[in-house]
């Protein structure tokens, strides 16, 4: 059913594609060191995004209004329209926006010169506290992506540590626990008080604590308290803030029940960097591909950037690898190229995206099955899909080979919370394998440091049910390719990507790794739901209306598609949210709270607000045409196209 393609990315000596990690492990090394032959950068933009859509998106004031975060990209205009190509390509160019240098532009980025040096200093405190961890802990918290990051770097740092027998210093907090692990837990999002309890909670005892605390978009009231907490008690915290707008642009909105906001505690955390007692990592990488949509390029930045800040400290610890500027920028250029190569490999993505985007138009599945680290990033990528894009949580599922025992998280097994709980290969195998058909896409994760054997074992079962069946593969070129043959046979197409090596591989190289299958996962994920029609131009419109943050943004979209006045639009949006065409005394009072307990167990609440605003339909109107063209512009267009309707005709 499916044609088979063969994809291969060779990075090997003497070509313009080579890595090389020089990486000598000794029994008391866990940071990395390696050189790096220079090579071009493919990822240029594209052709089908070179054109300007207008002045005006293009202009330095672009939505001056809205943080670099929220702003949607130029680039991706037109997403919704794309091709599977089209929209790797546009993934492509937004995400080598991370890496640009600066042009005489007012905001720090990678390689400006002063967040290299607030990296340095970063690392220098991590390893102060690695030569000395006695009553010590390096805590790194976050909401949604940023938290699911906290948890997954700090299970690689400390996995490392235990390699060399030597303490763990890591900890992670998310905000609604281990279960948001996996699944959408927006709401303890906007709980400064919990954030601030966890923090308590996970330090007790402690006498020195570096607080890493993640928001990319500087708005998460659970770390906004976490951070006025640390600026509280100097004498034990030290504070560090990452995300990817300036200071002046994070969230200045009230937070119930407190006297700061996120702008104010990011504004006297500024004030106490130029004493070295607080720290921000904030370099701005552009607007997102999908409009706010900060697991994609602001999970990779915040990957990208603790991972360069712990190896640094790593290094310096046990390698007795000095912190230097140029060390720093010489890592950031490792996950640059990273970048380029995955891109290379731009075809077999958008093959992925293809297969993936017809399962789901087809009302099917997409499943990951993944090995390692590699197989973590696949449960992480999965539980972003339903906050996203409101789809259902059984749209896309990861599964990751020894479950709960790999993950290693704080709360250990959840199984007991029920079936989107159940993680492991084996409970692929019990609730999905019997349901398979090849209108499922499955995709295999895995590298040659996992058991391939183990691989071509589950990859025969699957086969059994679907030759939807696709694989991306990590190898070294100093590797055999015991069972792979095998498992290009099984597979409708495989994504291989070889790295060349020096010496035996590192945990450089295992970074880089997990770096080309995020965004491959990413691409995958991310294609597959614009396919299905779940954005709009480039902007998420079927946004789950979960959080604050989210109700903010859901009111803003609507007030931009619509050109209607705020008020319009959100009195908009509660009409939808509250299934009625006339707002009640009791829902014009409540409050935004009340809004999002009751917008929760609504789906399309967006766009069929957006509908009603465009067209004049009542919302049982917008849900009839939203069914008949679940793709939001063509309803859209559809409805303004026809002559206009006489008063209380909606648009049928």
């Known amino acids: 059913m499916f044609g088979k393609r063969r994809r291969r990315s060779t990075l090997r000596s003497g070509s313009n594609w080579v890595f090389f990690f020089n990486h000598a492990v000794a029994s008391e090394e866990a940071g990395f060191a390696f050189a790096t032959k220079s090579a071009p950068a493919i990822a240029t933009v594209p052709e089908a995004t070179r054109y300007s859509p207008s002045r005006r998106r293009q202009s330095a004031d672009y939505e001056p209004f809205l943080p670099v975060s929220e702003k949607s990209n130029p680039l991706t205009r037109d997403m919704d329209r794309a091709s599977p190509d089209s929209i790797v390509r546009m993934l492509q160019a937004c995400d080598t926006q991370m890496f640009r240098k600066e042009t005489g532009a007012t905001h720090q980025r990678l390689f400006s010169d002063q967040m290299v040096r607030r990296i340095m200093e970063v690392a220098n405190r991590v390893h102060i506290i690695l030569k000395d961890p006695q009553d010590s ?54 709980d400064p008080k919990l954030g601030t309890l966890s923090l308590k909670q996970a330090c007790e005892g402690k006498r020195r604590v570096l607080f890493i605390g993640i928001s ?43 006297s700061f906001t996120f702008r104010s ?105 993944g090995w390692g680290s590699l197989g973590l990033l696949g449960l992480v990528d999965a539980s972003e899909c339903k906050p996203t894009f409101g789809a259902d949580p059984e749209d896309v599922r990861g599964f990751v080979g020894g479950g709960y025992a790999e993950l290693d998280n704080a709360e250990g097994p959840l199984n007991s919370l029920g079936p989107a709980f159940r993680v492991s290969h084996e409970d692929f195998l019990d609730l999905v394998l019997p349901g398979l058909t090849d209108e499922d896409a499955v995709l295999l994760v895995y590298t040659r440091a996992d058991e391939v054997s183990r691989v071509v074992k589950l990859a025969r079962r699957v086969r059994e049910k679907t030759s939807n069946l696709h694989a991306v593969y990590h190898q070294t070129d100093k590797d055999t390719a015991v069972h792979q043959d ?65 109700y903010r943004r859901a009111t803003r979209l609507l007030q931009k598609l619509s050109g209607l006045p705020e008020p319009r639009s959100e009195e908009a949006l509660l009409k939808t949210i509250y299934q009625m065409d006339e707002l009640t005394a009791d829902v014009t009072s409540g409050d935004v709270k009340t809004h999002i307990r009751v917008a929760r167990n609504h789906k399309k609440v967006v766009p069929l607000a957006l509908v009603c605003l465009l067209t004049g339909c009542s919302i049982k109107e917008a849900e009839s045409r939203l069914e008949q063209k679940p793709i939001v512009r063509e309803a859209v267009e559809e409805c303004l196209s026809k002559p206009a309707s006489p008063p209380g005709s909606g648009c049928s």
Not at 506 to 529: D, F, P, Q, R
């Open 137 to 190: 802990l390096v805590v790194l918290s976050g909401c949604g992506t940023s938290g699911r990051l906290a948890f997954f770097i700090t299970s690689g740092f400390n996995r490392a540590l235990r390699q060399l027998n030597r303490s763990e210093i890591y900890a992670y907090i998310i905000a609604g626990g281990d279960k948001a692990l996996f699944s959408s837990q927006e709401a303890p999002e906007d």
């Open 216 to 258: 990319c978009g500087l708005s998460a009231p659970f770390v906004a308290g976490q951070l006025d907490f640390c600026l509280q008690n100097p004498e034990v915290y030290t504070p560090v803030l990452v995300g990817f707008n300036p200071t002046h642009q994070a969230r200045d909105e009230p937070i119930p029940g407190c």
């Open 265 to 369: 505690v990011a504004e006297r955390m500024r004030a106490l960097a130029k004493r070295r007692g607080a720290f921000l990592l904030n370099p701005v990488v552009g607007p997102e591909a999908v409009s706010g949509s900060s697991r994609m390029k602001g999970g990779s930045a915040t990957k990208i950037l603790l991972e360069v800040v712990l190896s640094a400290a790593h290094a310096a610890t046990f390698s007795s690898s000095p912190i230097t500027d140029e060390g720093i920028l010489q890592h950031i250029r490792a996950y640059e190229r990273t970048l380029d190569v995955t891109y290379s490999q731009r075809d077999g993505m958008a093959a992925l995206v293809e297969a993936a985007g017809r399962s789901l138009q087809r009302g099917r599945r997409v499943r990951y099955l």
């Open 486 to 550: 095998e498992i290009d046979k099984l597979c409708s197409s495989t994504l291989t990507f070889t790295w060349t090596l020096e010496t035996p591989a590192s945990w450089s190289l295992l970074y880089m790794w997990e770096l080309a299958t995020k965004l491959v996962l990413n691409a995958v994920s991310t294609g597959a739901h614009v396919l299905k029609g779940k954005i709009y131009q480039n902007y998420m419109i079927d946004l789950q209306v979960s959080n604050s943050k989210l």
